[in-house]
C-alpha cells in the first residue's frame, strides 16, 4: 500500500481537479470523495488513474448486504487503490463488501485494500452518545468497530490519530489505520473535532493520512505536499 500523504480531491467539477493536478509532475495518492464522485461519475476515477495517481474512492457504502457488494463488484471494475464501507452496517455487510470487491477485480490486477469507517472525525463523544444511543466512551466505540472490521477480514479502518496506536495494539500493525482530520501546525480546524500535524499523527500510529485544505486551499499546493510529505515521513 502506497503510504505518501493521501491528498483530498474535494473539488466539485472534473476541469478544477484536472487543474489541480496539473501543477504536479509525480505520482501522488488522492481521495476522491461522494461530492466529486457524483458530480461527475466513475469518469474521474478513470482519468486521474490515468495519470498515473493512485486513489483511495471515499464513497463509505453503507446499506444492506447484498446491495453493498454489487455495489462494491461494480467499483472493482475501476482499479482503485483503496476503497471503504461504514462499520456501523455490519459484519455481515463488511464480508459482502469484501466479497465484491474480490469478485469483481479483473484477473490479474491487485484487489483494492478495504477498510471501514469506525466514527467519523468531525463526530464528538457528547454526539455520539446523545445522537447514536452509543453508551460508551469515543475510543471505546472506534476499537469496538475496529476489532469488528477485522474479524470480517478487512484491510483497516478509517479512525482518528487518537485512536490509532490502541487499533493496531488490539488489531496488529499491518492492520491500516487512515486518518483524516490533517491539519499543519496553526491551521484551521474547519468542521473537523479530532485533529493533528502530519508527524504527530505518524507518532500516534497512522499508518496513512488524509489532507485536504491545509494543500488544496494553500497558495503553493506543491509547496504545502511537499512541506506535509517532509513532516509525514521524517
Known sequence: MNTKPIIALDFPTEERVLTFLQQYNEPLFVKIGMELYMQEGPQIVEKVKALGHDVFLDLKLHDIPNTVKSAMKGLAKLGVDLVNVHAAGGRAMMEGALEGLEAGTPAGQRRAALIAVTQLTSTTEQQMQQEQHINLSLQDSVLHYAKLTHTAGLNGVVCSVHEARAIADVCGEDFLRVTPGIRMLGGDAHDQKRIATP????????????????????????????????????
Open 199 to 234: 508527524d504527530g499523527a505518524k507518532q500516534d500510529g497512522s499508518t496513512q493520512i488524509v489532507v485536504g485544505r491545509a494543500i488544496t486551499g494553500a497558495q503553493d499546493p506543491v509547496a504545502a505536499y511537499h512541506e506535509v510529505l517532509k513532516l509525514w515521513e521524517a
